[in-house]
């Protein structure tokens, strides 16, 4: 094997073993799903639209004042979006002829989408359920904005130096002093339940049995985008049949009124970007250590063919000064010590022209 | 004398009436009074029997019930409402207590009970006693204020408004019902016994309760909302005046005290909303609304059922002022 036929196998190791890391990087990944982790179930049968929850929002996490009043309740008209200063927006559809509202925050996913597209590692899954965002070492790459299938974080536009992603955090800071978050305890008709996520479903499932043809039976976020921490009820339609429990396909046109999308799947988003970005951390690592190799072995081969090069040349050159030696003394024994001289004057004229032509041979 | 024949006929008319109301039976009794039929010509009320196809020796059965056709026939818009099939042929013909092919082996329990009817997509889909009722509390606004917060308990309180003892019935009457064969007539006499024995529920008088309540537990953002108890009460009862269907339901005195003070027996000093609802959320309770939730959620799940339009749900002043002192929102 030469070293052509080395390399050649080498490199195609390398691309076999990059194209193979996607699926063993998925059958790898498990995500921690915290049993203990809290959630918040909107239940928009009760949401009346009052904009509590935004007005809370903007008083426990410091925002900006918005330009209308949170008693002006005709903005929950347009379909507004959460932004950096805006973490949470209450907007009215019309589901079946009806005025329904929705809150509109982070869903916390239990594997979120951000999180597994920021290569800065910025967000968080926290144990209380919580996704977090650390700043400190964001980029500005609005990665995690792309990846999120809420539409959830804000960035900040108008910042000149060091913008970074905004979005609902939980509440975080509360929940670290025992506190619910501030919209849920701000909203006057429970339509915020704060708890633990499996206490969750369970209270959300008894509220669509004890309540037939109330609900749909379906609670968007226990299975949506592989499950997220906060979870919605929507009222059933009264005119047409009810659905059968927990079906995705004959939801998805009721929740799409209300701005929701069932067909993200059950699948974790993360799990989808997980196997391809896991390869990263293997490229960073591999391929130094693979063309690093190959490039310091050309440069030792440099080396040693150089060094014998210089060998042989040592090698010649000591001959003809051992001849030339020889042949002087040669002379001198017989011509005697002008001769010799003389002799000994025009070998080194010789060998320093040669010399000079090899230079100059070498130069052209 | 032109019109001798038809005078003829006139008195012979009038005698054949005269000796058909003086007609006496041969015991020297009244025959039985031609009964007063409905305008569909069924028996104006009638014993409801658990008609089973199986030998019943003992004659052991569910409570037969009291059903007053005339009544019902003029609260539903026609015959097929009940007589889903088209034909007035009385449920147990085909609706046995075993179920049989005839009824597509529909039980009687559920042809009277079923809530959860599939919806027939060419023809008429059948109505039970339990469908039309929850049908009309919940869609009628006077009832349907509470009963979007309660919905009735099915106890044995609940069965028996229906399932009501008959005073008279003998056991082979009763085995007679049960086995379909009992005479219409003599099934007429017993529901009316029945109905004659019926006592009338009253409610208890809103004067003798709290008449203002100050709800101020919570007062923060908002000044206390001063809840005017008696006239929620009165106005209530109001609104049902002649409810038959609320009448034969409502049957005990403080029915529309369980609304609001619900989860609790009907007692005359019911628990305090806060002795359940926290003010913070209860980790014991997740599905447990804290107090301003439990509050909000009955006030206005009730104005929302009986469509009130005032005060709007998002006006929170409508209910309770704004404190001064506070910054407004």
């Known amino acids: 094997m030469n070293r052509r036929k080395f390399l050649t196998f080498l490199g195609s190791a390398s691309v076999a073993s990059a194209i193979a890391t996607p699926s063993t990087a998925k059958a790898s990944h498990t995500f921690p799903y915290y049993p203990e982790s809290y959630g918040v179930l909107h239940d928009t049968t009760r949401c009346v639209g009052c904009r509590q929850c935004e007005e809370a929002c903007n008083e426990v996490n410091h925002l900006p004042k918005p330009d209308k009043p949170f008693s002006d309740l005709s903005v929950c008209n347009t379909k507004r979006r959460t932004s950096a200063t805006q973490w949470t927006v209450v907007n009215k559809y019309n589901m079946n002829g009806k005025d329904v509202f929705r809150k509109l925050q982070c869903f916390h996913c239990q594997d979120p989408a951000c999180a597994s597209a920021c290569f800065a590692k910025c967000f968080q899954k926290q144990p209380d359920g919580s996704v977090t965002y650390d700043g400190t070492q964001c980029v500005g790459c609005r990665y995690c904005m792309i990846a999120c299938p809420f539409y959830a974080p804000g960035f900040e536009y108008n910042e000149a130096w060091d913008p970074l992603v905004k979005k609902c955090t939980f509440c975080k800071p509360r929940l670290d002093k025992k506190q619910i978050p501030g919209c849920v305890e701000a909203c006057p008709m429970e339509a915020l339940t704060f708890g633990r996520r499996t206490d969750l479903i369970k209270v959300a499932r008894a509220r669509i049995n004890n309540n037939p043809g109330k609900y749909l039976d379906y609670i968007y976020g226990e299975h949506d985008a592989g499950g997220t921490a906060w979870m919605v009820l929507a009222p059933a339609n009264p005119k047409a049949a009810p659905i059968p429990p927990d079906n995705p396909v004959l939801a998805g046109p009721e929740f799409k009124q209300l701005g929701l999308d069932t067909h993200l799947g059950n699948q974790p988003m993360g799990e989808l970007t997980y196997g391809a970005l896991g390869i990263v951390p293997m490229i960073v690592a591999f391929w130094p250590v693979l063309f690093g190799g190959a490039y310091a072995m050309t440069k030792r081969r440099e080396a040693m063919h150089k060094q014998a090069l210089e060998q042989t040349e040592r090698e010649a050159r000591e001959d003809i000064a051992l001849a030339v030696d020889a042949a002087v003394r040669k002379i001198q024994e017989t011509e005697g010590e002008g001769a010799a001289d003389r002799c000994r004057k025009a070998m080194a004229e010789a060998l320093k022209a040669r010399e000079t032509a090899a230079k100059h041979g070498e130069e052209a | ?329």
Request: charged share 20%.
């Open chain 2, 1 to 329: 004398m032109r019109n001798r024949t038809k005078l003829l006929l006139l008195a012979a008319f009038a005698l054949a009436g005269a000796a058909c109301l003086l007609f006496r039976g041969p015991d020297g009794t009244m025959a039985a009074k031609a009964p007063e039929l409905t305008d569909s010509g069924a028996l104006p009320v009638q014993v409801l029997f658990p008609v089973s196809a199986k030998p019943n020796p003992g004659a052991v059965g569910m409570k037969p019930v009291v059903f007053t056709h005339k009544l019902h026939e003029s609260k539903v818009q026609n015959c097929e409402t009940c007589h889903h099939t088209g034909d007035p042929v009385p449920c147990t013909t085909c609706h046995t207590v075993e179920g049989c092919a005839e009824g597509n082996f529909v039980t009687l329990e559920r042809a009277m009970h079923a809530t959860n009817i599939r919806q027939v997509k060419n023809g008429r889909t059948p109505e039970s006693c339990v469908s039309c009722h929850t049908k009309l509390y919940s869609q009628r606004k006077e009832c349907a204020g509470c009963h979007s917060i309660v919905k009735p308990n099915h106890n044995a309180q609940w069965c028996a408004v229906c399932h009501q003892k008959v005073p008279n019935m003998t056991q082979e009457q009763f085995a007679k019902g049960v086995a379909g064969k009992l005479d219409p007539m003599e099934g007429m006499r017993l529901a009316e016994a029945t109905i004659a024995a019926r006592k009338e529920v009253k409610y208890a008088d809103p004067t003798k309760m709290n008449y203002r309540m100050v709800i101020d537990s919570l007062v923060d953002k908002y000044e206390p909302n001063y809840f005017n108890h008696a006239r929620h009460i009165v106005s209530v009862e109001r609104k049902i005046k002649g409810n038959l269907l609320a009448k034969a339901f409502h049957n005990s005195p403080r029915v529309f005290c369980k609304t609001c003070h619900h989860h609790t027996p009907a007692l005359a000093t019911p628990p305090k909303c806060v002795s359940c609802h926290n003010s913070r959320i209860d980790k014991k309770y997740p599905g447990r609304p804290p107090l301003k939730a439990a509050y909000h959620l009955q006030c206005m799940g009730c104005h929302d059922g009986m469509q009130v339009k005032r005060p709007r749900k998002t006006d929170c002043t409508g209910c309770h002022k704004l404190r001064v002192a506070q910054k407004g929102d």
